[in-house]
């Protein structure tokens, strides 16, 4: 009886471990929020403006940097968000762009569909062409990734 107990605090303590290390540095223990962050009001470190952890390829860090957001209303459309990412990496902001074709392709899969069909990949060569300028954003290749805007933008309603 005395070793079952044993095995089962070692057991205890063994699993324990992985998910202490999962809570990042000074976390805050009953929020898990990092230092510098503030739950609920959309801030948090690491902030950044350079375009990162698009693909396995250009990710540095499991977690991602807060990305600026576009100025457009809650309104805005997919073509707004489109034009944003493009304005935004003709200025050389990749990390804005990132963040404007992330919500276009978000705001392009927001559709209707029949019940127990939402695993159906969308169709829609608009999710195609803003994927395809993320990844090339990705790659630091900004004349693909403009491409790839444009021809998303031919695409938006």
Known sequence: ?????WLLGAAVSIIGVPVAAQMPPGANPDTGARPGNEIGTGSSLPYSDRASNITPQDTRSMIA????SPSLGASASVRDYLGAARTALLQNR??????????????????SVPLFQTSVPDKNPLIGDIQQALKALSTGDRM???RAI???????Q
């Open 150 to 156: 444009e021809t998303a933008i031919s695409h938006a």
């Open 144 to 146: 693909l990734t403009l």
């Open 94 to 111: 990749t990390g804005a762009a990132q963040q404007s074709l992330e919500m276009a392709e978000t705001r392009a899969l927001d559709r």
């Open 1 to 5: 009886m005395r070793t079952n107990r």
């Open 65 to 68: 940097p807060n990305l600026p």
